[in-house]
């Protein structure tokens, strides 16, 4: 069985561009979590989706966006790009986002923004 | 608001020592913890996980964790390290009811021969 599956893998970026993040979570997971990972800042929850909604959201600006698409894939979007978006950007599954899942994380996204 | 507090930002130790990494936890209600992984230049693996039941909770890779609710810890501990487990280790506490993980500032661990 495939595992989380995060494109592309590095990506380089200039202030105030916007990007687009692809996540392809495991057959079966319809719960998609976005992670934020910085040496400042540690990992930071950003956004959580469950059949297209989502459920939960973390203290993160509007630039920061997020959808799912039917057949579960994510996507994240950040707009207006700024240096200190630069990061790992993390995208974890579950099959239904339950509390006591196993979370299955995706290699990352390492974003630079120049 | 749940929070959670890694210790050591840095712990080394010789190959075949053991090892402990301090984790505590603040939350006002009932938790579910976890410990992660994660190698260079890649995402994270769940080590183990306490969601109820035996406070003793055995991982992969020879880990294990106590939760010790009193002292709201779940520290960490491997009896003999190898240099393999050299990587970056994340304890995390979800509260129930909700989807998202809140994870302490890591712990690196350097084991040297």
């Known amino acids: 069985k495939a595992g989380v599956t995060q494109t592309p893998r590095y990506l380089i970026k200039t202030r105030g561009q916007q990007v687009t993040l692809s996540c392809s979570p495991i057959?079966?997971?319809?719960?998609v979590s976005w992670y934020q990972q910085t040496p400042g800042q540690g990992l930071q929850f950003l956004f959580e989706y469950f059949s297209e909604t989502q459920r939960n959201k973390g203290n993160f600006p509007g630039r920061f966006s997020g959808r799912q698409f039917s057949n579960s894939r994510s996507e994240m979007n950040v707009s207006t790009l700024e240096l200190g978006d630069s990061a790992l950007y993390l995208c974890?599954?579950?099959?239904?986002?339950?509390?006591?899942?196993?979370?299955?994380f995706g290699s990352g996204t390492q974003l630079s923004v120049l | 608001a749940q929070s959670v507090t890694q210790l050591d930002s840095q712990v080394p130790v010789f190959e075949e020592a053991p090892v402990e990494l301090r984790c505590n936890y603040s939350s006002s209600v009932s938790v579910y913890l976890f410990w992660y992984v994660q190698y260079p230049n890649q995402g994270l693996q769940l080590l183990l996980k306490?969601?109820?039941?035996?406070?003793l909770v055995k991982g992969i890779n020879g880990f294990e964790a106590e939760f010790n609710k009193s002292q709201t810890s779940f520290h960490l501990r491997k009896p003999s390290v190898h240099i393999s487990d050299t990587a970056e280790y994340f304890c995390a506490v979800r509260d129930t009811g909700f989807q998202k993980l809140v994870f302490g500032t890591g712990t690196r661990l350097l084991v040297s021969p």
């Open positions: 057959s079966g997971h319809r719960s």
């Open positions: 306490y969601l109820s039941g035996s406070t």
């Open positions: 974890a599954s579950s099959r239904t986002g339950t509390e006591n899942e196993k979370l299955f």
